[in-house]
């Protein structure tokens, strides 16, 4: 399966100005910042640098990370990590069982409505593509 990769300015939750900063450091798409943002030393170091706590790269590159797949994109990207799937290897550990009603508990309690979740075929597919990306990115791992 072949990631999605998103224009940073689509990436919820982030300033025009710090995808100006991300710019000048060569982070010009989704694609671009988690692979940045695989080692943990080289996130602090784009946090130094961009003068912000850890905790905001951290986010940004979960974002970037759910972003991968094309049905969730940066559409759904934000409302999975507030419901507290933070990777792509973090959803295909998830079942739909326990998905569903997570992200619905989340939906109602901030918009007050449960029909603008998106259902449970849809976060099948969220979770099947997962299951894809993890397992094509094993066999280009793997000898």
């Known amino acids: ?30 694609l ?28 940004w590159i979960a974002l970037a990370d759910l972003a991968r797949l094309p049905s969730v994109g940066c559409q759904y990207n934000g409302l999975l990590l507030h419901a507290g799937i933070a990777s792509v290897a973090q959803l295909a550990r998830t079942s739909l069982s326990r998905l569903h009603p997570l992200v619905k508990r989340l939906q109602v309690a901030t918009l007050r409505r449960s029909d603008l979740c998106p259902g449970p075929a849809e976060m099948a597919v969220w979770i099947r593509e997962a299951r894809l990306l993890l397992a094509s990115q094993d066999t280009k791992t793997s000898p």
Not at 43 to 59: D, E, F, H, S
Request: aromatic letters at 6%; a positive charge.
């Open 1 to 30: 399966m072949r990631p999605s990769n998103w224009n940073l300015t689509e990436l919820p939750g982030l300033s025009p100005e710090h995808c100006h900063q991300l710019a000048q450091v060569g982070i010009h798409t989704t």
């Open 32 to 59: 671009d910042l988690f692979s940045y943002g695989q080692a943990k030393s080289t996130r602090q170091q784009l946090a130094t640098t961009l003068r912000l706590t850890p905790r905001y790269v951290n986010k």
